[in-house]
């Protein structure tokens, strides 16, 4: 399997007001690219060119990286607007932003071996199915790690591993940041066959054996401490590095698929004036009722999820760089999360009801974005109707369901 090589280095400075206005400007390339992105499964050399030229990929580094300390809605709203015209590609883009951004943020004596040129990516999966395993001088990495967005396009991976020492003992859990160039211990399996968001990538990355300097393994015990060995980043943490980590992955994947939805919605609504109902008494879509109706109905699906997509970020912008979010507070948001994702499936459906059945005719997007939405939308970080019992049980001051999250009080 051949990966992306990383162009040169961005000379576009995205200041903090451009970068949706950039990526509806994407908007033709996108729906240009996004047959051969699905086809190929990755972004298109030609669309993943333009949105590293556009500095996107580099919107939400820190200041102390040479960002500019975006909010994560800005994030979220970015991600959207690609989705407009290709799902997945802006779902690949999502995640590789995000993790690079967030690695970025991390002490120099991980930055300093990641960041050789400036332009690297990096995928990341969260699942800790594989291990390091501590020795004298780091540690040995194996395992496997399947669904990893964006892979081709990246660096570096940082996946989730289960940390050991000598024995087998485990003494922690992290993240692993290991190349994806460069070292025959680690390898990308094509496993990614989907009937959507194909061109997301999410293929499976293995490491055998694999040895990585101490600095590469991430343990969560000193991550939850806030230690570090860098008093120069302890003097300039931003308000994202006080961000919970729970409700940011739910946020990230779901941005893709409320774009998706207003992409759909953007397109149906148009052909509406224009499209006959065969058999029936009206001049075209737009004249019936029931149609009509239902297309008011789906708007207003995609509208109530934003809103609760806003409320959980407006609590991870706003609120968390001032005060630590209660479990409480957590749950509610992975249930806004996952309420909206529901909410979009909902709101397909009912544009593709409308659009009847000329909209799934291969040569036209509706069908693509419409297959996007019911595979994105089934990610086990947004299944809607655990989310609900999670938001249920802290209600009534249960226990958690979730693994991630495992304090739900007020």
């Known amino acids: 399997m051949t990966r992306d090589t990383q162009p040169s280095a961005p000379n576009v400075h995205i200041d903090s007001h451009s970068p949706i206005d950039i990526a509806k400007s994407l908007y033709p390339l996108l729906m240009e690219q996004a047959d051969q992105s699905e086809q190929s499964g990755q972004i298109s050399p030609k669309l993943f060119k333009s949105l590293h030229d556009s500095g996107l990929f580099q919107m939400m580094f820190p200041k102390r990286a040479g960002g500019v300390g975006r909010e994560l809605i800005e994030h979220i709203e970015t991600v959207a607007e690609l989705a407009q015209g290709d799902p997945g590609s802006a779902w690949a883009f999502g995640l590789l932003s995000s993790v690079t951004a967030s690695t970025a943020s991390l002490p120099s004596d991980v930055t ?27 540690f040995i990495v194996n395992g496997s790690w399947g669904y990893a967005s964006g892979c081709k396009h990246a660096s570096w991976a940082m996946n989730g591993v289960t940390i050991q020492d000598p024995t087998g003992s485990v003494i922690d859990y992290g993240f692993a940041i290991m190349p994806l160039s460069g070292d025959p211990a680690v390898t990308i399996k094509d496993t990614w066959h989907v009937a959507g968001v194909c061109a997301s990538g999410s293929n499976t990355i293995v490491a055998d054996g694999l040895k990585l300097d101490a600095p ?17 980043l302890l003097a300039q943490l931003e308000p994202r590095d006080k961000w919970p980590v729970e409700p940011l992955f739910p946020l990230t994947v779901l941005a893709p698929m409320l774009g998706a939805a207003q ?3 953007k397109l149906v609504q148009t052909a509406m004036p224009k499209r006959k109902i065969i058999g029936w008494h009206y001049d075209n879509q737009a004249d019936a009722d029931a149609l009509v109706e239902k297309l008011g109905q789906a708007a207003l699906k995609i509208d109530s999820a934003w809103m609760h997509v806003r409320r959980a970020a407006n609590l ?18 992975q249930a806004d999360c996952s309420h909206a994702m529901a909410l979009v499936r909902q709101s397909a459906q009912s544009l593709m009801d409308i659009a009847g059945p000329g909209g799934f005719a291969t040569s036209n997007p509706m069908q693509r974005l419409w297959r996007d939405i019911n595979v994105g939308s089934r990610h086990n970080a947004l299944n809607s109707h655990l989310s609900y019992l999670l938001y249920g049980r802290a209600l009534l001051g249960d226990s958690s369901n979730l693994e991630l999250l495992n304090d739900i009080s007020r």
Not at 112 to 138: I, P, Y
């Open 263 to 265: 992409g759909l919605l």
């Open 112 to 138: 300093s071996r990641v960041f050789k040129q400036g332009t690297e990516l990096l995928c990341s999966v969260a699942a800790r199915t594989g291990t390091a395993t501590l020795t004298d001088d780091g």
């Open 316 to 333: 991870v912008d706003h609120e968390s760089p001032r005060r630590s979010l209660s479990g409480f507070e957590k749950a509610q948001m």
């Open 216 to 232: 590469l393994v991430l343990q969560f015990s000193k991550l939850r401490q806030g230690q570090s060995d860098d008093p120069a």
